[in-house]
């Protein structure tokens, strides 16, 4: 098999689920709708599950014109193809958000999770503005093999999260917030200084990395229980 498929404005590596366990995925900013289009068909070809990050629904509706069998989500704007299969994952990732304005950062990092196998449990708006929430939702989190956190504002979620389970954290923080929060470099830095240990941190919004990272952590559960 090619290591790569080479359609002229793009190089497709159709190998990497092999190598690291998730396949490669599609960034669709920057992508025209015919590009876009090139690159799903050229996965669907050889039966590789495909997923794209970011779409728009002017991009998602043209694919769909086009006889693509595609899931779309318009609030992480997460891609879906329905060919091909991704292994089942053992295990469960627990996906928490800190108000439900950071539910778009955390939906993407929920579905990019299920595409590539995993179990996913959500728990929304659980932020420590109103912590009782979250104590509410706590057994259910802490039976999870990994967690993210998400939240703007402050980004105290993870930190807190990371100081009650035993599982590994990944903090996201958002772009949620007002002015001081910069952006989501205020969340990001907060979440970066945390004193609570056993928790990473994505780069801001990243849903889809920590959903990524999520799955290595049960693949490589699966891995020690084999």
């Known amino acids: 098999m090619e290591e790569f498929k080479d359609l002229g404005f793009a190089k497709l590596d159709v190998t990497r689920s092999g190598r690291t366990g998730t396949g490669e995925a599609v960034y669709c900013p920057g992508k025209d709708e015919k590009q876009l289009l090139k690159i799903m068909q050229a996965f669907r070809q050889q039966n590789i599950p495909a997923l794209g990050t970011r779409c728009t629904p002017e991009q998602f509706e043209y694919l769909r014109q086009n006889n693509l069998e595609l899931n779309y989500d318009p609030v992480s704007k997460v891609l879906a193809s329905n060919w091909g299969t991704c292994p089942v994952l053992p295990g469960k990732v627990a996906v928490c958000t800190g108000g439900t304005a950071d539910i778009p950062a955390a939906e993407e990092a929920a579905r990019t999770a299920e595409f590539f196998g995993a179990a996913v449990d959500r728990h929304y708006d ?96 699966n891995r020690k229980q084999e």
Do not use: Q, W
């Open 126 to 221: 659980v932020g420590v503005a109103g912590i009782h929430r979250l104590f509410a939702r706590l057994e259910e989190i802490r039976k999870a093999d990994a967690v993210i956190a998400v939240a703007g504002m402050e980004g105290a979620l993870g930190s807190v999260i990371s100081g009650l389970v035993e599982a590994p954290v990944i903090a996201v923080p958002t772009s949620v917030g007002y002015g001081a929060s910069f952006g989501g470099v205020a969340p990001l830095l907060a979440m970066l200084n945390s004193c609570a240990e056993g928790m990473s941190v994505v780069n801001i919004d990243n849903g889809f990395g920590a959903g990524v990272l999520a799955c290595r952590i049960l693949r490589m559960k």
